[in-house]
């Protein structure tokens, strides 16, 4: 593989660490949508049988392209711990 090949899959995976980071961003939006609503309604911020059906559903989808279930699980343990941190400072 030439430098230049190189080179242009690093571009690649720039524009993939970009979008990634976009729908974090998204993500992290909407959990402050509903830490809004849990305000409202007098909702506590942790919900575990939420965390459990997330965690469920990463775990899944991970599985399902081929991605390490420990990888996964320490990538959405740090999306689900910014979004508490998100609602919590709402």
């Known amino acids: 593989m030439s430098d230049s090949q190189i080179a242009q899959l690093r571009t690649a995976i ?10 974090i961003a998204r993500r ?5 949508l509903v830490g809004e609503q849990k305000r409202v309604t ?12 997330v965690r469920s559903a990463v775990s899944r989808t991970a599985a399902n392209l081929g991605i390490d279930a ?4 320490a ?6 711990d910014a979004s508490r941190s998100r609602q919590m400072q709402e």
């Open 42 to 53: 007098g909702a506590s911020i942790t919900q575990a049988k939420r965390e459990v059906q």
């Open 28 to 32: 992290l939006e909407l959990a402050s």
């Open 75 to 80: 990538i959405i343990t740090q999306i689900i």
């Open 14 to 23: 720039d524009q993939v660490d970009a979008q990634i980071f976009t729908l």
């Open 70 to 73: 420990a990888v996964a699980d």
